[in-house]
């Protein structure tokens, strides 16, 4: 560790970033060096001949046909949901300020507690509310999203509030333009009641915010929600918005929804426009839906997906994707549930492998053919990941943390400079790896359809404590699409999970399959 610590001290210093001794003593103690040996025997298993992953060419090739024509099928619709409010609108038994006044009557009385938004545009939203309750009367429907009470996580652009990304460093930033996800769920008439908590820049798996505080699980308060998308699932899971806009870079979409009980949908990587939202890594971040159900998360996904000249990563050839004619359908697909990860070390707690395998019968049970799968890759993933995580966020970073190192909390400035432990080569390296893995994954999704899977390996730790991407973050390195699915309850009344994976663009099938664990 001592030498770990000096190569940091070193390239720090070159890169012409102030360090105190206290901060290299949070970082050997909380541990933001355990895994580099890990990581440097992995890329030294890599032929340096390797084509490298920004180089090999088509890394998420289209292998499915989304979408039908006809009506998405949602068996007995839970109530406040989109599927459910959606009819209601339209046929003006219910209306949006009606649904609007009682989110934001229930985020007055519970957010004291929770923490879950940073921005609250009750004003606005009334009044966005009574505009789409006209444009209802007077026949000019948008579709399911109209008069639909959403949140957005606050690392996204909106007009006239700040875009604070969980930081002090931008806690004055006000943009001139919505993000191209506001400005699509705007169009779709939904109301957006506020923006969402999340943990500094995105840079943890937990809710722990230096500036901020934390942010409660509703099922406990004395538990964590998980991070980064905090706030947007606490506000789904407990009815202050019927749906909310996250992003994924590790798990940040996917661990929230795991321990508050809901729904989060990590598309393809490019499905999803993030112009306008802060970057924590170009090449890892996904945007995506937190929802009730997975009718909702679809509709959401309609709604978000498609090319968008802002954001050059949504640029691919690809099929739009439409919620129409989706329906639970699990009869003929190849699940793969996990075995063997290649760690060596016990997967999750009980429970949680409990929750998995049970899904994976309850699949079997409805005509799929299940198998057992040893996934060695996924060690490897989980080692890769958080590498190509830390150098694209400290370059990202590296202007203000030569002039404002101060201003990051303790949490996400130990966290950002522990990438400078790296060497030049290591970012060439890793995409070396990663397209290695890549490759062995296809192969492996040539004998599967799915993967199910942990999300997270224990329900929600005490509040503030960072729960691990094991799970999630090889799929985030993939870019591949995963969606959490809640899985019942443990002994101590904290939400389970189970997360089902496909191929890149094969969102259609994985929410076909997940409909039916629903």
Not at 200 to 211: C, L, R, W
Not at 279 to 303: F, K, N, Q, Y
Not at 404 to 427: C, H, K, P, S
């Amino acid at each position: 560790m001592t030498n770990l610590l000096d190569r940091l001290r070193t390239n720090l210093r070159a890169a012409n970033i102030p360090v105190s001794a206290a901060d290299l003593e949070g970082i050997s103690a909380k541990g933001f060096l355990s895994r580099v040996a890990d990581v440097e025997r992995l890329l030294d298993t890599i032929a340096s001949t390797s084509l490298p992953d920004y180089l090999n060419g088509d890394q998420l090739p289209v292998v499915d046909a989304v979408g039908d024509t006809a009506p998405m099928v949602a068996n007995n619709p839970q109530p406040n949901t989109i599927t459910a409010l959606a009819p209601q609108l339209q046929a003006r038994t219910i209306s949006p300020v009606e649904l609007t006044r009682q989110a934001l009557d229930l985020l007055a009385a519970r957010d004291p507690q929770l923490n879950a938004f940073q921005v609250v545009l009750a004003e606005q939203a009334l009044a966005d509310a009574q505009a789409a309750e006209a444009a209802i009367s007077a026949g000019a429907y948008r579709g399911p999203l109209h008069g639909i009470p959403v949140a957005v996580k606050d690392l996204l652009d909106l007009v006239g509030t700040p875009t604070t990304a969980g930081s002090k460093i931008l806690a004055d930033y006000y943009p001139s333009q919505d993000a191209t996800s506001v400005a699509q769920l705007r169009a779709a008439g939904a109301i957006i009641i506020g923006k969402t908590r999340m943990s500094e820049f995105a840079y943890s798996p937990g809710s722990n915010n230096g500036h901020y505080g934390p942010t409660a699980n509703p099922h406990n308060p004395e538990r964590d929600s998980g991070g980064s998308s905090s706030g947007s699932a606490v506000a789904v899971a407990t009815g202050m918005a019927v749906a909310a806009l996250g992003t994924d870079t590790g798990g940040s979409i996917r661990i929230p929804a795991a321990q508050c009980g809901i729904v989060g949908l990590k598309p393809t990587h490019g499905r999803t426009s993030l112009a306008g939202g802060v970057t924590l890594s170009w090449s890892l971040d996904h945007l995506g839906p937190l929802t009730r159900s997975v009718s909702d998360a679809a509709i959401m996904l309609e709604v978000l997906s498609g090319p968008d000249g802002r954001d050059g990563r949504t640029l691919h050839t690809v099929p739009p994707f439409r919620a129409a004619g989706l329906a639970p359908q699990a009869r003929g697909i190849r699940v793969g549930v996990l075995g063997a990860d290649g760690s060596g070390a016990p997967q999750a707690d009980v429970e949680t492998i409990a929750a998995v395998h049970a899904a994976g019968e309850r699949l079997r049970a409805a005509g799929a053919e299940v198998v057992a799968v040893d996934v060695a890759e996924i060690e490897a993933l989980r080692l890769l990941n958080p590498v190509i995580l830390a150098m694209e966020a400290a370059a990202f970073h590296l202007p203000n943390l030569r002039t404002r190192l101060n201003d990051y909390a303790e949490f996400m400035r130990q966290r950002i400079l522990a990438a400078f432990v790296y060497g030049a080569a290591t970012f060439v390296q890793a995409q070396q790896a990663r397209a290695v893995l890549r490759q062995r994954m296809a192969a492996l999704f040539e004998q599967i359809d799915i993967l199910a899977l942990p999300v997270v390996p224990h329900p929600a730790p005490a509040l503030g404590v960072i729960t691990a991407t094991t799970f999630t973050g090889p799929f985030n390195c993939l870019g591949w699409p995963a969606i959490s699915m809640p899985a019942g309850f443990s002994r101590e009344g904290l939400p389970l999970a189970v997360q089902l994976v496909a191929r890149p663009w094969a969102e259609a099938e994985l929410l076909r399959v997940a409909m039916v664990l629903e």
